[in-house]
């Protein structure tokens, strides 16, 4: 794409407590309105990468060493969270995190904190939300502690949109969530991207829902990018097919064979 990308992360390095490096020289961007997957095993580095971007490190005494984070053409990695929320980028985080003791609209409201444009239009913003996930309006006054976790997620997604962001980082939306339901959400956020022009980089281990929805992927492991490629292409590549998707060739390895055909993966050789 000719416009230049909503987000580019250039060879990023994340050390923890000072010594213990998780991310190894990733880059990546996601273009204006797209919608990108990051993908991976569980401690791949995905959700460090999300924090990395959003500034959320230093609470877990984490910090970016090398590379640099830009934002809508400006670099944001020594920005605080609050002032990335402002210039339009916020992550929903992994396990939904509603405030529990909070009715699902007190939730949503919450997500205008950084708004200056009055009731009327943080309303208008709250009954836009109810029309993406009806089900929230139905149980608008219920205590989000108490509700599904589909609710809770479909809840933490309309709180981050209710910030009028231009970008969401979004992580392990489908964590703990029945098939329909992750289908249903992942069908609102291909929505929420085509109608309200929000842009998404998607953390997510279900490699075949994140490639039905993105049009670009990454593939993280132990801290490196090692493969990424429109989303199509990704789907057929065979060795995200046995690797990530669960499918195999024509010819079915034995456990032996697969074992030694990881080790050599083409991407690692």
Same mark, same amino acid.
């Given at each position: 794409?000719?416009?230049?990308?909503?987000?580019?992360?250039?060879?990023?390095?994340?050390?923890?407590?000072?010594?213990?490096?998780?991310?190894?020289?990733?880059?990546?961007?996601?273009?204006?309105?797209?919608?990108?997957?990051?993908?991976?095993?569980?401690?791949?580095?995905?959700?460090?990468?999300?924090?990395?971007?959003?500034?959320?490190?230093?609470?877990?005494?984490?910090?970016?060493?090398?590379?640099?984070?830009?934002?809508?053409?400006?670099?944001?990695?020594?920005?605080?969270?609050?002032?990335?929320?402002?210039?339009?980028?916020?992550?929903?985080?992994?396990?939904?995190?509603?405030?529990?003791?909070?009715?699902?609209?007190?939730?949503?409201?919450?997500?205008?904190?950084?708004?200056?444009?009055?009731?009327? +239009?943080?309303?208008?913003?709250?009954?836009?939300?109810?029309?993406?996930?009806?089900?929230?309006?139905?149980?608008?006054?219920?205590?989000?502690?108490?509700?599904?976790?589909?609710?809770?997620?479909?809840?933490?997604?309309?709180?981050?949109?209710?910030?009028?962001?231009?970008?969401?980082?979004?992580?392990?939306?489908?964590? +703990?969530?029945?098939?329909?339901?992750?289908?249903?959400?992942?069908?609102?956020?291909?929505?929420?991207?085509?109608?309200?022009?929000?842009?998404?980089?998607?953390?997510?281990?279900?490699?075949?829902?994140?490639?039905?929805?993105?049009?670009?992927?990454?593939?993280?492991?132990?801290?490196?990018?090692?493969?990424?490629?429109?989303?199509?292409?990704?789907?057929?590549?065979?060795?995200?097919?046995?690797?990530?998707?669960?499918?195999?060739?024509?010819?079915?390895?034995?456990?032996?064979?697969?074992?030694?055909?990881?080790?050599?993966?083409?991407?690692?050789?």
């Amino acid at each position: 794409m000719s416009e230049a990308p909503i987000l580019a992360i250039n060879n990023i390095e994340v050390v923890y407590d000072r010594v213990i490096l998780v991310l190894k020289g990733v880059s990546l961007t996601v273009p204006q309105g797209g919608i990108v997957a990051l993908l991976g095993a569980n401690g791949a580095g995905k959700t460090t990468t999300l924090k990395a971007i959003s500034n959320l490190l230093h609470a877990e005494r984490g910090e970016v060493t090398k590379g640099s984070i830009e934002f809508s053409g400006a670099r944001v990695d020594k920005l605080s969270p609050n002032e990335l929320v402002r210039r339009g980028c916020i992550q929903v985080m992994e396990g939904r995190h509603c405030f529990g003791h909070l009715t699902i609209e007190e939730n949503l409201l919450t997500g205008a904190f950084t708004r200056r444009d009055g009731r009327a +239009g943080i309303a208008a913003d709250v009954d836009a939300i109810y029309s993406y996930f009806p089900r929230l309006k139905d149980r608008r006054t219920a205590l989000a502690g108490y509700t599904s976790g589909g609710e809770q997620q479909m809840c933490a997604i309309g709180r981050a949109m209710m910030s009028r962001p231009r970008m969401i980082l979004l992580d392990e939306p489908s964590m +703990g969530l029945a098939p329909q339901v992750v289908e249903e959400i992942f069908g609102i956020v291909h929505r929420l991207n085509a109608q309200e022009h929000v842009s998404f980089l998607l953390a997510e281990q279900n490699t075949n829902i994140a490639l039905k929805y993105a049009t670009y992927g990454y593939i993280l492991e132990t801290g490196r990018i090692v493969l990424d490629g429109e989303a199509a292409a990704l789907r057929e590549n065979q060795d995200v097919k046995e690797f990530y998707l669960g499918l195999s060739g024509p010819e079915r390895r034995s456990f032996r064979n697969v074992k030694h055909y990881k080790r050599r993966k083409r991407w690692l050789a």
